[in-house]
């Protein structure tokens, strides 16, 4: 009996979203009276017995270069081989880009009742019961779960990362690994960039900012605050940004500690995506713009004017 | 060439999400539903698109749920495809729709498979998972385009804080999001076209459910904004900062 945490193989470091995943499984396992051990496929560059620092005892290995490549049918095998011989009753992994292409299949594999997006710790007072967004971060759900096995993937920045002072083992699992299907032919990074769903601070701008060449500013802003950049829907439709910063109902969902909205009116599924948020900015220069309706703090005012003034304080502020 | 792809309803984006029988059921009273944007925009536009690059492609639309679901799918042959397939099911989880599907597609031997990134409800991003291991198909999850030649696929997916691309035989389930196609609009000839075509309604293999709504609840108001002036960023930024820690 385990709880058995997916850590995403990044290759040279651990991701924020497994750092959250490893603490969050290590808080289950407590709750369940169980060891909490992660697993990760393919080779890394890094030490993983410093893993044990988010409370992970033991962390099995699979080590296979084919695996530094993630697909699917491969992936959702070996794990299922892992799951078994540690008798794993729950496992978890992050919503994020890789959980939700292996967590769904896993969760067919094992029959195993799947809460993805889950926002908070699993309540286990009466049977297995997960908080998770619905309806776009409208509302939350809370699920249910009927099977001897569960899996829950959690949403990225939904729970807070805990670090202590322990080491983990690292065990080597020799696992039969199936030839990929799929071949990957090249890989694109944005690198030293902040991924959008796992940025504390989000700078995100809309129509208001009139056309992508005046798009310097919000970066600068973005730049001084550590933050990721975002977009409205009409602003990655027309191009002015890429489609991977478009945030709302059809875009990403985030869930940051400050968002920062520039010139967005704040229609129902920009706010959607992003209402979860847990402090929110709003610069707008219409007083009736809707945004504000969910806003902590708000500038009624010309973005063009007030958001090199904002660069400007937060620089001095940080001296 | 076989395409499955996956049709869900979703209530509107405009719709007013509220809960009736004590927060355990949504409450449909008053909304309009569409189909599931991921579904139409992406998956069911590039389907259409695949048929128009390759005329003696076959597309058929599946959609698991009860008659009301009806007008949704009638919506989606309309854009194109040349017949639908409705379960004749309601369920919310995931596993046992998925099921449902996963038979379909192994009666119909789809040589291709698409479905949304996610439904705009339930944000599960399961099913396309789900029928892939039930299938046994390879799974290309959040792809963002997907071109065909011959029975290789080449995808481009995204990946954490990039984008891959990739190569597969068919057959294959794709999960579909933006950059895969424009939105389409139904025309007049399409909408007359789609009364006309199969609608078939079967009933739903026995499956199991895995997962269960217990209750819905709603996030916490906001407790109001607090405006600043606009000759005074500064005084955001120290709010910010000493108020909200946020900086
Ligand atoms: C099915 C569906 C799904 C959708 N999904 C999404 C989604 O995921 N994400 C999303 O964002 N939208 C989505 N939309 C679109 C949404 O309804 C809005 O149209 C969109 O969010 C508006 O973008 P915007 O706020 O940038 O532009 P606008 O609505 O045009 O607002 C621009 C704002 O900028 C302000 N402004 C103008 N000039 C200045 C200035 N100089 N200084 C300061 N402020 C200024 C204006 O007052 C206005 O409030 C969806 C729509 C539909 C129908």
Same mark, same amino acid.
């Not at chain 2, 892939?132 to 959040?142: K, N, T």
């Given at each position: ?42 080779? /890394? ?21 084919s695996l530094?490549q993630l697909d699917t049918q491969v992936y959702t095998k ?23 292409a292996?967590?769904?299949r ?12 889950? /926002? ?57 690994v199936e030839t990929s299907k799929i071949k990957v032919t ?134 | ?40 925009? *992406? ?66 031997? *789809?040589d291709l ?8 409800? *339930? ?9 892939s291991e039930?299938s046994d198909y390879p799974y290309v999850a ?9 029975t290789k696929a080449t995808i481009?997916r ?8 990739c190569e597969a035989a068919l057959p294959l389930t794709v ?73």
């Amino acid at each position: 009996m385990s709880v058995l945490i997916f850590i995403d193989n990044a290759g040279d470091h651990i991701r924020k979203a497994s750092q959250e995943v490893l603490s969050y499984g290590a808080k289950v396992a407590e709750q369940l009276g169980t060891t909490a051990e992660g697993i990760i496929l393919g080779t /890394v560059t890094y030490d993983l017995t410093t893993l044990g620092k988010y409370g992970v005892k033991k962390i099995h290995q699979v080590k296979d270069e084919s695996l530094n490549q993630l697909d699917t049918q491969v992936y959702t095998k070996v794990i299922a081989q892992v799951a078994e011989a540690t008798g794993a009753q729950v496992l978890i992994f992050s919503n994020n880009v890789d959980g939700k292409a292996i967590a769904p299949r896993l969760s067919a594999r094992l029959k195993a009742g799947l809460v993805s997006g889950a /926002v908070a710790l699993p309540d286990t007072t009466e049977g297995f019961v997960v908080r998770k967004n619905v309806f776009s971060g409208k509302a939350f759900a809370d699920i249910a779960v009927n099977t001897a096995i569960k899996i829950v993937s959690l949403s990225p920045n939904a729970y807070k990362i805990v670090t202590g002072d322990g080491t983990a083992e690292v065990v080597n699992f020799n696992a039969t690994v199936e030839t990929s299907k799929i071949k990957v032919t090249s890989v694109t990074k944005a690198s030293g960039e902040i991924l959008l769903t796992e940025a504390e601070i989000v700078v995100s701008a809309g129509r208001g900012l009139k056309g992508p060449e005046n798009w310097g500013m919000v970066e600068e802003l973005a730049k001084v605050l550590h933050a990721a950049t975002a977009c409205s829907r009409p602003v990655a439709d027309a191009h002015w940004r890429p489609h991977n910063e478009h945030v709302g109902q059809t875009g990403y969902a985030i869930a940051p500690n400050l968002y920062i909205a520039i010139g967005i009116s704040g229609a129902i599924q920009h706010l959607a995506g992003v209402n979860r948020s847990k402090v929110i900015v709003v610069i707008n220069k219409d007083p009736e713009a809707p945004f504000f309706k969910a806003a902590d703090y708000g500038i009624v005012g010309d973005a063009f004017e007030i958001i090199p003034k904002f660069t400007a304080a937060i620089t001095k502020m940080k001296g | 060439m076989k395409i499955l792809v996956c049709i869900s309803k979703t209530p509107d984006t405009t719709a007013k999400i509220a809960f009736t029988d004590n927060n355990t059921k949504f409450d449909v009273n008053g909304v309009q539903w569409i189909i599931n944007p991921y579904d139409e925009w *992406y998956a069911l536009v590039r389907a259409i698109e695949l048929k128009e690059a390759d005329a003696s492609t076959v597309i058929h639309l599946i959609t698991v749920g009860g008659p009301d679901a009806d007008p949704i799918i009638r919506k989606a042959l309309a854009l194109g495809g040349d017949e639908a397939i409705r379960v004749n099911a309601e369920s919310s989880d995931s596993y046992f729709i998925a099921m449902q599907i996963a038979a379909i597609v192994k009666q119909g031997a *789809y040589d291709l498979v698409l479905a949304g990134k996610e439904t705009i409800d *339930y944000n599960g991003s399961s099913i396309g998972g789900m029928i892939s291991e039930l299938s046994d198909y390879p799974y290309v999850a959040l792809a963002t385009k997907f071109e065909l030649a011959g029975t290789k696929a080449t995808i481009t997916r995204e990946i954490e804080g990039g984008e891959e691309v990739c190569e597969a035989a068919l057959p294959l389930t794709v999960s579909c999001q933006k950059g895969m196609a424009e939105a389409r609009i139904p025309n007049m000839r399409g909408i007359m076209a789609a009364r006309t075509k199969p609608l078939k309604v079967v009933e739903p293999i026995t499956a199991d459910t895995l997962t269960r709504v217990a209750g819905f609840v709603l996030p916490p108001a906001k407790a109001g904004v607090k405006l600043v002036p606009a000759d005074n960023v500064e005084e955001l930024v120290r709010l910010l900062h000493e108020e909200a820690k946020a900086i």
